[in-house]
């Protein structure tokens, strides 16, 4: 089983930035896509960011050009910039993780629990 633990969630003002960050732990043989959604009240979960070990990278337009995921490969961690933010980028923030627990075994997920981040004046 594999934890992923986020943090960096914050209250923000409008045009400011913020770093989310998530750590996975357990059992990991290989990891493959990290990334991340979100969710605002009322909504369905979207996209944010993906990144995949390849190095593919996925936006959501709404982000394009505004923020940034990242991952430390050897930490098993994934980070998401977010610059310019705005009041619609008020949602809790969730950090996925998709991975092999053993060698040749199943494609696995696993998700955090959620970070808040609010942008407001």
């Known amino acids: 089983q594999v934890q992923l633990v986020e943090s960096g969630g914050a209250l923000v003002q409008p045009g400011g930035s913020l770093r989310l960050s998530c750590a996975a732990s357990?059992?990991?043989?290989?990891?493959?896509?990290m990334g991340w959604y979100r969710q605002a009240p009322g909504k369905q979960r979207e996209r944010v960011a993906t990144?995949?070990?390849?190095?593919?990278?996925n936006y959501a337009d709404s982000v394009k050009g505004r923020f940034t995921i990242s991952r430390d490969y050897a930490k098993n961690t994934v980070y998401l910039q977010m610059n310019s933010v705005q009041p619609e980028d008020t949602a809790v923030y969730y950090c996925?993780?998709?991975?092999?627990?053993?060698?040749?075994?199943?494609?696995?997920?696993?998700w955090g629990q959620g970070t808040q981040v609010t942008v407001s004046s």
């Open positions: 357990g059992s990991i043989f290989f990891m493959t896509d």
């Open positions: 996925f993780a998709v991975y092999q627990a053993i060698r040749g075994g199943a494609l696995l997920d696993s």
């Open positions: 990144l995949a070990r390849g190095g593919n990278l």
